[in-house]
């Protein structure tokens, strides 16, 4: 795995995922940049990236930069930005990509690998699902707390040498990273969780668990798992048959979770509603399906958003 050492690293977005894989990936002895902005682009250029785990506190000294512009290539290039921001993100790296270079979507959603596929070629991304809890508690630190995985896939449903090569990094790095062989499947497996847990957290304001010691909230979230599964499968994507028991097995462990979404609200910015929500409304549409419990949620999240702002 050692021999791997060579590789470069560009993560374009340094917050609770995009921080957290990169720390791990700087620790391991990596040669890791890091893009970001604001407040925390300030504080990750004076104090360094801070990662919080189990309690423990490391700080890491890092390559920082507000943009791509001006910087070389990368062997691999994460994109760890809000789902709205993945076109802009995608059009500033094409001056970072070479003749090898790997373009990997670890971003929540459906749509993320296709939009950047439009911009570099189908042939360069890499779809990616984050299963971490983690969370940018202040500029330039993040805490993660219990499972840490990652899984990966080739667009073509191929297990290449090449993702091969990025699954033992990450590995190596300390991230359970596994390969999917059907990355679209994948990525609406995941969307059943993140299309429930997250508007119903903005709208209750409940964590995970608080979510499913409802009864009602219980229901609710699995009417709406079913909907998006029935979706996913209208269109042939080939989510697992088990989704909706799995997903809400797997949140069985989220003690005092909140959903991204619902941090974001939180701290007033801007939410993927149409990301993670609108999407499975708008597919619906597109086989004439009805899906009467995820609408009438996205409505009453978007009309909340409006009336806080």
């Keep these: 795995m050692h021999s791997y050492k060579n590789k470069t690293f560009l993560v374009f977005g340094t917050g609770a995922v995009g921080g957290y894989y990169g720390g791990l990936l700087v620790k391991a002895g990596y040669d890791v940049t890091f893009i970001a902005r604001g407040k925390n682009y300030i504080s990750l250029k004076e104090k360094g990236l801070t990662l919080i785990r189990d309690e423990k506190k490391e700080n890491y000294k890092i390559k920082i930069f507000e943009t791509p512009r001006e910087l070389e290539t990368f062997d691999y290039i994460f994109i760890c930005v809000k789902s709205k921001d993945t076109l802009e993100a995608a059009k500033s790296i094409k001056e970072n990509i070479g003749k090898d270079t790997t373009v990997v979507s670890f971003q929540n959603g459906v749509e993320n690998e296709e939009i950047i596929a439009s911009i570099i070629g189908k042939d360069k991304v890499i779809g990616g699902l984050v299963f971490v809890a983690s969370k940018l508690i202040e ?124 941090q974001d609200f ?34 009453k999240v978007k009309q909340k958003i409006t009336v806080k702002t």
């Design 139 to 262: 500029p330039g630190t993040i805490k993660q707390a219990g499972y840490n995985g990652g899984l990966i896939g080739e667009l073509n449903c191929k297990i290449t040498p090449h993702i091969e090569t990025l699954a033992a990094i990450m590995q190596d790095s300390g991230i359970d990273c596994k390969i999917s062989k059907d990355i679209n499947g994948d990525l609406w497996n995941k969307l059943v969780w993140n299309a429930s847990f997250n508007p119903i957290s903005v709208y209750t304001g409940k964590t995970v668990d608080e979510i499913l010691m409802d009864p009602k909230l219980y229901k609710l979230t699995k009417d709406i798992m079913t909907e998006v599964r029935d979706v996913a499968l209208a269109h042939g994507y080939n989510v697992r048959p088990d989704t909706v028991e799995f997903n809400l097995k797997r949140s069985k462990g989220f003690k005092g979770f909140k959903t991204s979404m619902l």
């Design 266 to 299: 939180e701290q007033g910015k801007q939410l993927e509603l149409d990301e993670l929500v609108g999407i499975v409304v708008k597919k619906a549409r597109e086989k004439n399906m009805t899906v009467p419990n995820i609408e009438d949620l996205y409505n």
